[in-house]
């Protein structure tokens, strides 16, 4: 299994999770963030409440669970959807996931999620 996380324009989110949906990707999770550093696009640049002391961007986290087998389908479609082709688009991480168990009952394996 892997564990997939982009973080992409908040503009784009939507976009991408029709897109994800539609091929059968509907169990994730979204998280709105602020993200900083020398990559964050100038133009979408604010002084985030949260953080003061940092410029920020606003981002949303995806956080999705997929077999090995559809790694590059969902990259492909998180890339194609997400993207403007200016600095600041956001990166796509993926780490390998050893177990999941449902915490209800106790299912564990990637058909449990």
Do not use: W
Request: overall charge neutral; proline content about 2%; aromatic content about 6%.
């Amino acid at each position: 299994m892997k564990l997939i996380k982009a973080y992409i324009r908040h503009r784009k989110v939507e976009e991408v999770y029709n897109a994800l949906k539609s091929e059968g990707f509907g169990a994730m999770t979204l998280v709105e963030c602020d993200g900083t550093g020398k990559y964050t696009d100038s133009e979408d640049s604010h002084i985030s409440e949260k953080y003061p002391f940092a410029d920020a961007c606003k981002v949303t986290k995806i956080e999705i669970l997929i077999p090995n087998s559809v790694k590059k389908k969902v990259t492909a479609i998180i890339r194609e959807k997400g993207r403007t082709g200016y600095q600041g688009d956001g990166i796509i991480l993926i780490s390998s996931v050893d177990e999941v168990h449902k915490i209800k009952n106790n299912d564990s394996g990637v058909e449990s999620v």
